[in-house]
Nanobody, 125 residues
């Protein structure tokens, strides 16, 4: 079991940056693949980015490539999402998630076992 708490969301203007954090508690953090998803009003929850257990391997949605960077600090049991050049279409609730199994498709919601409560990111034009 792991508990996930996101922070760092807020209201920013287009072109600004935000760094989201997700603090995990419970079982050894380094045993989990960590991911970020987001959900905009009226839309399905969608994959944003994921990072493997050691932090070596990362994956990004096309919408995030070149603007977002995922990282993790296993000593602090925390995963981060640095978001630069934010756009109004990035407005959503951002969710942190953890996958304790190997071999899953990181882009799918079904791969993940635990979810945080989400943090709101609003980008004004």
């Amino acid at each position: 079991q792991v508990q996930l708490v996101e922070s760092g969301g807020g209201l920013v203007q287009a072109g600004d940056s935000l760094r989201l954090s997700c603090a995990a508690s419970g079982r050894a953090f380094s045993l989990y693949t960590m991911g970020w998803f987001r959900q905009a009003p009226g839309k399905e929850r969608e994959f944003v980015s994921a990072i493997g257990r050691s932090g070596t391997n990362t994956l990004y949605a096309d919408s995030a490539k070149g603007r977002f960077t995922i990282s993790r600090d296993n000593a602090k049991s925390t995963v981060y999402l640095q978001m630069n050049s934010l756009k109004p279409e990035d407005t959503a609730v951002y969710y942190c998630t953890a996958d304790q199994r190997l071999g899953n498709d990181w882009r799918t919601r079904a791969a993940y076992d635990y979810w945080g409560q989400g943090t709101q990111v609003t980008v004004s034009s």
